[in-house]
T-cell receptor, first 115, second 112 residues
Framework: EPEVTQTPSHQVTQMGQEVILRCVPISNHLYFYWYRQILGQKVEFLVSFYNNEISEKSEIFDDQFSVERPDGSNFTLKIRSTKLEDSAMYFC?????????????FGSGTRLTVV | GQQLNQSPQSMFIQEGEDVSMNCTSSSIFNTWLWYKQDPGEGPVLLIALYKAGELTSNGRLTAQFGITRKDSFLNISASIPSDVGIYFCAGQRANTGNQFYFGTGTSLTVIP
């Protein structure tokens, strides 16, 4: 079964530092997403990415955040100047079709802890 | 942001019992998904629904896309201990791109 792979599984960072969360989507998928889940809360959409550009983003995804597909396989989320409230699970997802037909495939997530 | 309300928030049931949970919205959705999330893991897709009134099964799981397009239901029959987890609905609205809005989750505990 194809998987979305995320690294690291857990990242601890000092407030104010920059972090990069990495994802390897499923190889034939063309649409990529980042979602966030604060502990005990629902999963929240951050951004979707297609054809090397952001196709949609939520109000959470402000200038502190950026995404990149630096090569043919990785999809990264960069969080600059981290704040305590950025602590959450960050899930990468990918889909073959843009409307999420068949749903997304989620990775196992990166737990970000900002101290 | 878009609010999807799931109920109940949590359930404690005996092994073998059937489970029902639902998800409601004030907006119309054109796609409903149901996911299960185990602790420390990402959500895993259980069932996808694309048409109002659609009833779809996946093993012991059955989900329905409500006729009003503002709700969806998930039923689990003959629950087993591995059904434990948090169940999320997710909906996609027409003409708002490919973003899914997730529900607040239903935490299921199965007592052997």
């Amino acid at each position: 079964e194809p998987e979305v792979t995320q690294t690291p599984s857990h990242q601890v960072t000092q407030m104010g530092q920059e972090v990069i969360l990495r994802c390897v989507p499923i190889s034939n998928h063309l649409y990529f997403y980042w979602y966030r889940q604060i502990l005990g809360q629902k999963v929240e959409f951050l951004v979707s990415f297609y054809n090397n550009e952001i196709s949609e983003k939520s109000e959470i995804f402000d200038d502190q955040f950026s995404v990149e597909r630096p090569d043919g396989s990785n999809f990264t989320l960069k969080i600059r100047s981290t704040k305590l409230e950025d602590s959450a699970m960050y899930f990468c997802a990918s889909s073959e079709y843009g409307q999420g037909l068949q749903g997304y495939t989620f990775g196992s997530g990166t737990r970000l802890t900002v101290v | 942001g878009q609010q999807l309300n799931q109920s109940p928030q949590s359930m404690f049931i005996q092994e073998g019992e059937d489970v029902s949970m639902n998800c409601t919205s004030s907006s119309i959705f054109n796609t409903w998904l149901w996911y299960k999330q185990d602790p420390g893991e990402g959500p895993v897709l259980l069932i996808a629904l694309y048409k109002a009134g659609e009833l779809t099964s996946n093993g012991r799981l059955t989900a329905q896309f409500g006729i009003t397009r503002k709700d969806s239901f998930l039923n689990i029959s003959a629950s087993i201990p591995s059904d434990v987890g948090i169940y999320f609905c997710a909906g996609q609205r027409a003409n708002t791109g490919n973003q899914f809005y997730f529900g607040t989750g239903t935490s299921l505990t199965v007592i052997p």
